[in-house]
Structure formats: structure tokens, C-alpha cells
């Protein structure tokens, strides 16, 4: 049996760091291997949780075992002549650590990169944090469609005689909000928008076609159809930040058994697949997007050491 990294799951730090990277052209696979192995050493030994992503072409290279269906992330278009897009950004590898500790975080990561320099690039990086009771600078929770935490292996986790069995995709971008425009719609208008109610997080019995909740909740039958089960969960790991030129924003991070959910629930909130576009696209759009596959503990060892 395969056990996934540990830190998907773990109760997450209020710091959080993320620095997506890309090979130089001569990277060297063994220093490569070595900068990881010791950034894994050196989490264990501050107790932040690390999460290592890597892209298909990395993954392969580095002889882990390939999910099925692994694709690169495209840019994901509107079709109603907005010009909306979930912008494509593929990088290589993805170092996601947070801790209570912001200090630890950063000497880790910094150290991290230092290492493989020279072999890879940094492409972005982003800190993050927990705002209030899991908030989003919108005002509203994020995460209330999350599976219980119980459950949330079995929605995560690539099953036991599958191809990538304990590893888990993961879906990242950094949306960028539009606060100011956000802002000056009424709280009723808002939560038509997000299909959920902004005090608690309730579910809206009337689901506006251009809700976001329309189109992310899958459901056997109609999407958001209440009375037919979930289906296709994920299991969201999302926290916002804030830069100094005054840009905010979500930076997404989610984790499913297969890639397809994602896609799908792109597709819709951008009306690709025939729905209207989803209205918080209106008011934020990713500035970024990639996906990435975390292979098991027991393959990441063997990958990397």
C-alpha cells in the first residue's frame, strides 16, 4: 500500500510559501535529486509540512511512476467574447511549505533555491496566509464544499493498483481579485455570485445560473442539483495574499484522484461547455496555472531519495 506526503492532509501553518520552477537547459537530475533530498531533510527537521509537485516532463525524467492522464495546463479561454481566460503557466516543479513559523519557511525555501540554481529557474513565487476563520479577501469562506476530513483521502488520493497509486494532482493558481468593483456590490449581489451566503457559508436554496457554486459543485445530473449526489470532489487547500503594489488575491491550491475534475469545472466557469460564464469571473481570473502530480512518499523516495 502507498501512503501519500503528509503534509496534504496536515493542519496547515498560518505561513505558507509557494515557488513554482523550471529546468535551465544542461540541469543536472542529480543536483537536482540532492537540493530536494536536503529541503526534505531540512523541513523534517523544523516540522514544516512540504509538498513536492512535479510537472509531466520533470516526473518522467526523474523515473516517477506516471499517472494516467497527466496533462500540461493550457490556457483556459471564455467563449462569450470577454476576453476572461484562467491563464496557462506550465511550470516544472511546485515546493508548497507552510509552517506557524515564517522565518523556517522562508530559510527553507531560500535555501532550496540557492541550491538549484543554476538548474532551475524560479518562474513565480507567492506567500501566503490564513486570513481570519479561512476567509478570502472577498469576505467569504473559502473551502465550505471541501468533503469531510475523513473522506478527503479517497477524493484525493490515486487508488491502490493505478498507475501513481498515493500520489494525488494538484491543481495551483494565483487568481487576482478585483476588490475595488467586488466591493461596491451590495452583499445580496455578492452572494448571487458565489451561491453561498457571506455570514456562514450556507448554501443558497436558488442557485443563479452564473453562480460560481453552479459550476464548480458536480453532480450526477445537473450541475448543482441538490437532490443528486457529489460527484468528482476535490479537496481544496486555498489561502489569499497580498503584495506590495496593492495586488490581492486567492492563490488556489487543489488535490484530486485524476486531473479530468479539474479541467471540467474550468471549462464550465469559463462556459465552454455551454453554460454561461461564471459571474466571479468578473471580478477575478488567475494570473497563473499549472498542473502537477505529488507522488507517494514511497515514490518520491525512490525519485529523489
Known amino acids: 500500500m502507498s501512503h501519500p506526503q503528509a503534509a496534504i492532509f496536515a493542519e496547515m501553518g498560518q505561513h505558507q510559501w509557494y515557488v513554482h520552477l523550471s529546468r535551465n537547459d544542461g540541469a543536472d537530475l542529480g543536483a537536482i535529486r540532492s537540493a530536494l533530498t536536503q529541503l526534505r531533510s531540512d523541513c523534517e527537521a ?3 509540512n512540504l509538498v513536492l509537485g512535479f510537472g509531466p516532463d520533470l516526473l518522467a525524467d526523474l523515473g516517477g511512476d506516471v499517472p494516467d492522464d497527466f496533462q500540461k495546463f493550457e490556457t483556459v ?3 462569450d467574447g ?8 506550465q511550470e516544472e516543479l511546485l515546493l508548497w511549505l507552510n509552517s506557524p513559523q515564517k522565518d523556517d519557511v522562508w530559510k527553507a525555501q531560500y535555501d532550496a533555491r540557492t541550491a538549484l540554481a543554476g538548474h532551475m529557474s524560479v518562474a513565480r513565487e507567492t506567500p501566503t496566509f490564513i486570513y481570519g476563520e479561512s476567509l478570502d479577501m472577498t469576505g467569504f469562506i473559502d473551502g465550505t464544499g471541501n468533503p469531510e476530513p475523513s473522506d478527503e483521502p479517497e477524493v484525493a ?3 491502490d493498483g493505478s498507475a501513481g497509486a498515493g500520489g494525488s494532482f494538484i491543481l495551483a493558481q494565483r487568481w487576482v481579485h478585483d476588490l475595488t468593483g467586488w466591493n461596491e456590490m451590495s452583499v445580496e449581489d455578492q452572494e448571487k455570485v458565489f451561491g453561498r451566503t457571506k455570514a456562514d457559508s450556507t448554501r443558497l436554496d436558488q442557485q443563479e445560473d452564473f453562480s460560481h457554486l453552479a459550476h464548480v459543485e458536480l453532480r450526477d445530473g445537473e450541475t ?3 437532490t443528486k449526489p457529489k460527484r468528482n470532489e476535490i479537496a481544496r487547500r486555498s489561502t489569499p495574499y497580498a503584495f506590495h503594489d496593492g495586488t490581492v488575491g486567492l492563490y488556489f491550491m487543489a488535490f484530486c484522484r485524476e486531473q479530468a475534475p479539474f479541467r471540467e469545472r474550468l471549462s464550465a466557469m469559463y462556459g465552454q461547455d455551454g453554460q454561461p460564464r461564471d459571474k466571479l469571473t468578473d471580478f477575478s481570473n488567475p494570473a497563473s496555472g499549472s498542473y502537477y502530480f505529488a507522488p507517494s512518499a514511497e515514490q518520491l523516495s525512490k525519485m529523489i531519495g
Open 224 to 226: 448543482a442539483d441538490a
Open 46 to 48: 523544523k516540522s514544516i
Open 82 to 89: 470577454s476576453g476572461r481566460e484562467a491563464k496557462g503557466t
Open 157 to 159: 488520493l490515486v487508488p
Open 77 to 79: 479561454q471564455s467563449t
